[in-house]
């Protein structure tokens, strides 16, 4: 540990997710002298990205230009599967839904144009990518069909994913330090020379020329939710790590950086009313996200007064979950219910069958109405048989495609997979609003260097992952994060040592 006080790092890096894990083992192409320092103790390591299911969204023109990035492309599946095309266009469309009106933003436009680079870049430092056919593909006519853009998930998940960086990084020879959290970054002559940290309880100084902020959000901080995102978000469940406070943005600030993006705006989905507050590294990672409840496409969601609230068929899941949890948190006592029937439960995503799923099932919808304390019984019972009576039963149900099987007369119609709740069993799931992290953050460049307020560049500093504001302001299309932090994470490594080299 004295060797690690006493020596003057070129880079040091704060925090051990996905985007900052990119930033060493970029940092490391070029220089041999990198620190990673992380808050959390060895058990609570690598942020939200261990929380993810790991699946990153990047465009691709064919089949051939993701063979080189599968663990197994002999897999016999593969020759039997349609992965379609993503491309640039479709993936800047679908980032442009979510900006309310406004043109993309520089930060996305880089974010598209280098989406496949950054996962090849990832397969060349030993990332490999798996086939989502449990959650992004149907079969259709025997053949697989993946649907919404989102094709690929590192091996073993998230928490895979961060496990194979991190193994790169110290194979590279990059140091990584537990239980140290950053206080603040120290300036000498307007110029970075090193970190007041906490490591192991004890105040202390690491020495470094450059930083990296990659430390998250701050979705884990009540009272920074409460402040920017509004009153009601102080009751949200957290889906990740406890630990991303906003600590690395208010450091920034002190330096004199502006902040940027929708600090309004966050990343929310529909989760287990019942889960911990936090999200539960002690479950196996295949299970880390079955809090979620994000299937609502083939059913309906009611609120406490038994009314629907949003048009559960609006698009494909990728496209509505990150914002459905926000129109939950906005329901009376922030909870609602989702309901399915019988013919239904085959297709609902594996989080709805593990063993510790909270829903009540009854053989009728008034028995299992009664069972619900909560929820006005007689608006919901009214709300249910007015929807089965309004589904179109004239088009075919196919999960494959937006179906156009939809409501009519409704006040709030369904637009594709409304099929009726008519087979027994039926099953009601209670869910709540589960944060994963905040849009807000720093303004930066295309080489990840922080930005001041009178628009220079902060000498030295750079930031990646969560902490990047100006990407993402009122949804996103699923599978975006990881790849902006993989992107970011690179080029802020990659900058920090470019930069050593001219001091």
Known sequence: MNAILNKIYDVIIIGSGNAALCAGISALETNQNVLIIEKADEKEWGGNSRYTAGAMRFAYD??????????????????????GSYTKEKFKAD?????????????QEFLVENSLDTIQWLASHNIKFDPIYSRQSFIKDGKYIFWGGLTLEAEGEGDGLVSDERKEFLSLGGALIYNCEALEIIQTNNQI?????????????????????????????????????GPDWGKAKVRGTRHNMGKGIEMAQKLGAVLSGNFSGCHA?????FMPDYGNLNLPHIERKHYRKISYLFGIMLNQEGNRFVDEGLDFRNYTYAQFGKAVLEQPNSIAWQFFDKKNFDILYSEYKTNDASFYEADTIEALLEQIEDIDQQSALKTIKSYNASVDKSTAFDPTIKDGKSTKGLVLNKTNWATTIDQAPFRAYPVTAGITFTYGGLKVNKKAEVIDTNGNVIP???????????????????GSGLTSGSLFGRYAGKSAAKFCTTL
Do not use: Q
């Not at 989905?269 to 009313?273: E, F, G, K, S």
């Open 62 to 83: 064919s089949n051939e230009d993701l063979m080189n990035l599968l663990k197994n492309p002999t897999e016999e599946r593969i020759a039997n599967t349609d992965f």
């Open 95 to 107: 980032l442009l839904h979510f900006n309310e009106g406004e043109p993309l933003a520089e930060l």
């Open 193 to 229: 020379s090193g970190i007041k940290c906490l490591l192991d309880g004890n105040e202390t100084v690491l020495n470094c020329k450059t930083v990296v902020l990659g430390c998250g959000g701050f979705e884990s901080n009540k009272e920074l939710r409460e402040k920017y995102l």
């Open 269 to 273: 989905v529909p989760m287990d009313r």
């Open 460 to 478: 030295g500093l750079y930031a990646c992952g969560e902490m990047v504001g100006g990407l993402f302001f009122y949804g996103y299309p699923g």
